[in-house]
């Protein structure tokens, strides 16, 4: 049986609600809905549910989804299996923006107006309205409010703030002085829910525009401003939402009931009486009753619950290389099967030299492209990918995904077949021919070729170093590698104060929302700090980069702004030609499928799926209409 990407999603748009007369419940709402104490089940959908279509077929009520999480830092699992109810949100292919929340958009001809239209009759999970004073307050009174917080970059109109406009009950606009192309790319990402997470109703209360009795709220909570009030009350006003006040209404498809605060040792959603989706019977979703998070002390305790087929579905804190052959050999002991996550990085480490380093020799050494294709072939991909990542995974540059539109085969394997002999010929070619007594290449400036790695602790890339170290060795480049701790390395990087670093190679899918590694876009495109300082800060900081990268600078500021996909893919087309051409960062290794573990009796989930924060997989795949049936062995997902 092969289950993959494609599933398909029927969106309900005007008059669908005139055609489904007989929307049902859940039956653990008949009683409360037969005794008045729940409106009918038509009363607490909108006028136009939105008609999600499942994956396999129609699914029954029912179950408890159990999952972990670990520790008290994991709220991104809550996210991405409960908490995604954006304005817009991914199709489950990751292939374009589709409503959600937002009944319908409207974008004018030079994408500078963004008309968006709410469900009528949308509701809190109390029951209170959703609409547009929701709208206004989110941006007017927490977004715009600099005690609070500050709007996201990719919402602000250059310098300034762009102008909402409130056009009734259900309609709102936003207006731009400059075009926005990317705006509905950025609504739809994991941690973009601003406007769907804040009920007017509710929190006005801890609010001192709105409480005349604040004074009284901020002493009876303990804390010393409102700000600290509205924070514990809000679940945080950060892109973090910490999932800490069970008592605030929500949109989602369950609604929690235990705070995730570090002393729960579980942590438990139940059904949303007032979601606003259904099947294509007219079922009010989601299928399953609850969803029950355990919450684990490590992950050994969350990977022994998996394997004790303790949890139902579960890719986070249990899909390392190192644990992925015990989950294999206890698939049948623990009732599960296994789905797989498509990573949407492209790279396991990504190798790059600091072409803006303070050393002025270095610079010179590292801004060579063939310097830089002869370290690539001096590299051992192969014996990297068996010792460091058990066998799993291929020789990959620092290019996107075969399953993006933008891959490019020539950009993806370009200098990694390992050739010391071709590494050799280019070093000798750049006239670096003399060596001191150990074998070591002397550099420009007549002194052995010394390259200083630092690696950030506790990341999975830490046993390639002394592989790397080996094989430059053998074409006479000293590499030194050090572990230092993550703050370190980030601060370091930042600060212009890296000689060479490694990260993963974000970007491999979603590419134009994480163009890191294909031109100097922000402080974590390691290969040139300085550059991407002088990107960032409009020309005022930093230095002024190459021609080549600042080419690249001038068509991203296009894309962002080109509201025709066609045009914008395009631009974005010749920005990765360029990345080819120049050839910024060395990649090692694209990621093999991550595994994750599926009970045998859960349908509707696909067999493999894209993985990703900005895609927080597994939302986007429609976890609300997983459901519980007879129980089935699937063919293991081999990508």
Wanted: charge should be negative; hydrophobic fraction near 35%; proline fraction near 7%.
């Amino acid at each position: 049986m092969t289950r993959c990407f494609t599933l398909s999603i029927a969106l309900a748009l005007a008059g669908a609600a005139a055609t489904a007369q007989t929307y049902s419940q859940a039956p653990a709402f008949e009683a409360a809905a037969e005794a008045g104490d729940l409106p009918p089940v038509v009363e607490r959908l909108p006028e136009t549910p939105m008609i999600v279509e499942p994956l396999e077929s129609i699914g029954t009520y029912g179950g408890t989804w159990n999952a972990a999480l670990t520790g008290s830092g994991d709220r991104v699992w809550l996210t991405r299996t409960v908490g995604y109810e954006n304005l817009v949100r991914w199709n489950p292919e990751w292939t374009e923006v589709i409503p959600n929340v937002a009944r319908s958009w409207d974008v004018n001809a030079d994408g500078t107006e963004f008309t968006f239209t709410l469900r009528a009759g949308h509701k809190w999970s109390d029951g209170d309205p959703f609409d547009t004073e929701d709208i206004d307050f989110a941006w007017n009174d927490v977004l715009t409010n600099p005690d609070l917080t500050t709007p996201p970059s990719w919402l602000m109109d250059g310098e300034q703030l762009p102008e909402l406009e409130i056009l009734d009950e259900t309609t709102f606009r936003f207006i731009f002085r400059e075009p926005k192309g990317l705006l509905l790319d950025h609504l739809a990402h994991g941690n973009a829910d601003y406007f769907t997470r804040y009920p007017a109703h509710y929190l006005k209360q801890f609010h001192p525009d709105y409480a005349e009795d604040i004074d009284a709220r901020i002493a009876e909570a303990g804390v010393d401003t409102w700000v600290d009030l509205f924070n514990q009350k809000a679940s945080d006003v950060t892109p973090s939402y910490s999932y800490r006040n069970p008592e605030m209404p929500t949109l989602f498809a369950w609604t929690q009931v235990t705070a995730y605060n570090g002393s729960s040792p579980v942590v438990r959603f139940e059904r949303n009486p007032f979601y606003f989706k259904v099947d294509p019977e007219g079922q009010q979703l989601p299928y399953i009753d609850d969803v029950r998070f355990q919450v684990t002390q490590d992950r050994e305790v969350t990977l022994l619950k998996a394997i004790g087929g303790e949890l139902d579905f579960q890719w986070r804190r249990i899909n390392s290389v190192a644990q992925r052959p015990v989950l294999f050999q206890n698939q049948e002991k623990g009732g599960y099967n296994f789905h797989a996550r498509v990573n949407a990085n492209m790279n396991e480490a990504i190798f790059y030299l600091n072409l803006t380093s303070k050393d002025e020799t270095k610079r010179q050494l590292y801004n060579q492209k063939d310097f830089r294709a002869a370290l690539s072939h001096a590299f051992d991909r192969q014996e990297i990918i068996d010792t460091a990542f058990a066998g799993l995974g291929e020789p990959y540059q620092a290019a996107p995904r075969p399953e993006s539109i933008y891959y490019d085969e020539e950009f993806a394997t370009q200098f990694t077949e390992h050739d010391p002999d071709r590494a050799n010929t280019l070093l000798d070619g750049l006239g670096y021919t003399k060596r001191d007594a150990r074998g070591i290449r002397l550099g420009p400036d007549g002194q052995p070729i010394r390259i200083l790695l630092e690696m950030a602790s506790g990341k999975n890339f830490i046993d390639v170093g002394p592989l790397m170290e080996r094989n430059l060795e053998e074409v006479g480049i000293d590499l030194e590698v050090r572990e230092i701790e993550r703050s370190l390395y980030e601060t370091k990087q930042i600060g212009n104060e890296l000689d060479a670093g490694i990260w993963e190679g974000d970007g491999g899918l979603g590419v134009e929302l994480d163009p890191r590694w294909y031109f100097p876009y922000n402080w974590e495109s390691g290969f040139a700090p300085l550059w991407s300082d002088w990107y960032t800060s409009g020309g005022t900081e930093g230095e002024e980069p190459s021609e080549a990268a600042r080419r690249q600078m001038e068509l991203f500021d296009q894309v962002t702004a080109e509201p025709d996909l066609e045009t914008r893919q395009k631009l974005m087309g010749e920005l990765m030609d360029i990345a080819r051409d120049e050839f910024w960062a060395i990649g090692l290794v694209l990621p093999a499928p991550q595994y994750g573990v599926t009970n045998k009796r859960l349908y509707n989930v696909p067999i493999s799926f894209p993985g990703s924060f900005p895609y927080p997989d597994p939302a986007p795949v429609n976890p609300q209409t997983f459901f519980y049936g007879e129980p089935r062995d699937i063919e293991p997902y081999r990508g």
